[in-house]
């Protein structure tokens, strides 16, 4: 079992910024593919961005290219979500998740993760 706590949420001006982190729990963390994704009220929850198990493949959708930025810490089985450049859109829930070996298939795709966070609320004003 896997377990995963986000952090670093909270209320930002639009154009601000903020950085997100996951804790997860488990031996094996380099061995995890991770992911954020978001779900605004209303709307299906959204990939955000993916980070290899190395940390040799990232991949954003356009939605946040260039102002979003993943990374991970394998020594402190953390991964991370840097967000600049805020805009009142991004106001949403976001989650991280872990995909562990065999690895799923579809990196934006919510089914190839197996483990989830809680959460953690982001709310930028404009």
């Known amino acids: 079992q896997v377990q995963l706590v986000e952090s670093g949420g909270g209320l930002v001006q639009a154009g601000g910024s903020l950085r997100l982190s996951c804790a997860a729990s488990?031996?094996?963390?380099?061995?995890?593919?991770m992911a954020w994704f978001r779900q605004a009220p209303g709307k299906e929850r959204e990939f955000v961005t993916h980070i290899s198990a190395r940390g040799d493949f990232i991949y954003y959708p356009d939605s946040v290219k260039g102002r979003f930025t993943i990374s991970r810490d394998n020594a402190k089985n953390s991964v991370y979500l840097q967000m600049n450049s805020l805009k009142p859109e991004d106001t949403a829930v976001y989650y991280c998740?872990?995909?562990?070996?065999?690895?799923?298939?579809?990196?934006?795709?919510?089914?190839?993760?197996?483990?989830w966070g809680q959460g953690t609320q982001v709310t930028v004003s404009s």
């Open positions: 488990g031996r094996t963390f380099s061995s995890y593919a």
């Open positions: 998740a872990a995909d562990v070996p065999p690895y799923g298939i579809g990196y934006a795709s919510r089914r190839k993760y197996d483990y």
